[in-house]
């Protein structure tokens, strides 16, 4: 692994887009925003590239990775579209829907980024550096969030920059992340399927549909060989462990509050940070990772989860503490 990399961080003008698509065609490793998070990028059809995002982040090999198109043309010359497919990414392309489908015949993208799957994670991200990027590139760029593997993923560059200064090439600074969590993941084969929740709400997605979602059953993740990213039972934890549901808060915890209800204990907490005060599930979704990261910092015991409600993006924000409380 290339450890001790003098890692450049560019404000994200057009002279750092184009300076990052060189990079990307050199085989080098780019840290970009998409309106979800940050994502560490390599050139689709470079094998030695990819290898790099798994060492950089010590990343399982088995753990496929998104790959991310500037329109759907380019999607086409990389997954078939059946009509269900091509009925979703009409509605939300550009976006923060991820599609696995099967590949085409001649699929560009390297077997390391599939983990040898006939399917092929895709999306066109909504975020305008991201798709700036795509474009001054020309190709695939497949792009995992932009962190070391299982910790809480960046909503900013200088997230990026705390895991992984020193193993990238390049970190495109773009500011702050609109969404907040990673895109959400449909498995589109005889009929769409939720593999992983994310930001766009499910109840949009059905409202396109017209029907209910298909859901993965609870023993179908199997982490041996997952069938999207984010799948592994414990991910996005910090280091500190995370109680979920806390209704108060122990000697030495930080809280992840939600809402303007405070909990007994609350005025003694090592230090508490609110999700949303209003109750917003969406502002929650924006805050949760670098909330995370930021009571990780703490030295607390535990940090102590507060109940977030499960409709719209809070049914993602769930998904995630919940695959962080799983520990490391």
Not at 77 to 103: E, M, N, S
Request: glycine share 10%; hydrophobic share 45%.
């Amino acid at each position: 692994m290339k450890v001790g990399l003098k890692t450049q961080i560019l404000p994200a003008d057009g002279p750092a887009v184009a300076e990052a698509a060189k990079c990307l065609g050199a085989g080098g490793l780019v840290a970009f925003p998409t309106e979800t998070v940050y994502g560490l990028g390599a050139d689709a059809s470079q094998a030695g590239a990819i290898a790099r995002i798994y060492e950089a982040k010590g990343r399982p090999a088995f753990n496929p990775l998104i790959t991310h198109v500037a329109d759907l043309a380019a999607a086409r010359q990389i997954a078939r579209f059946d009509a269900t497919a091509t009925k979703l990414a009409g509605a939300f392309w550009p976006g923060p829907l991820t599609l696995v489908l099967p590949k085409t015949a001649d699929c560009p993208v390297a077997e390391l980024a599939t983990a040898g799957l006939d399917t092929v994670a895709i999306r066109i991200p909504a975020h305008p550096v991201a798709r700036a990027l795509l474009r001054e590139f020309g190709g695939a760029v497949v792009a995992p969030s932009a962190n070391i593997s299982g910790h809480v993923s960046p909503t900013t560059a200088a997230h990026v920059a705390s895991d992984l200064s020193g193993r990238v090439d390049l970190i495109l600074d773009g500011g702050a992340v609109d969404v907040g969590v990673e895109s959400t993941i449909l498995a589109c084969f005889d009929d769409a399927m939720l593999l992983r929740p994310g930001g766009l709400p499910r109840e949009e997605i059905e409202l396109v549909l017209g029907h209910p979602l298909q859901r993965l059953p609870e023993d179908a993740s199997d982490d041996a060989q997952p069938l999207a990213p984010g799948m592994l039972a414990s991910h996005y934890a910090p280091r500190t462990p995370v109680r979920l549901d806390a209704t108060s808060v122990k000697p030495d915890e930080a809280l992840l509050a939600f809402g303007p209800t405070e909990v007994s204990g609350a005025h003694a907490a090592t230090a508490v940070l609110n999700l949303s005060a209003t109750g917003d599930v969406g502002e929650a979704a924006a805050n949760l990772f670098g909330y995370l990261r930021a009571l990780d910092a703490k030295s607390a015991r535990a940090i102590a989860v507060m109940p977030v409600p499960h409709h719209g993006l809070g049914e993602a924000v769930n998904d995630r503490l919940r695959r962080a409380a799983m520990g490391r």
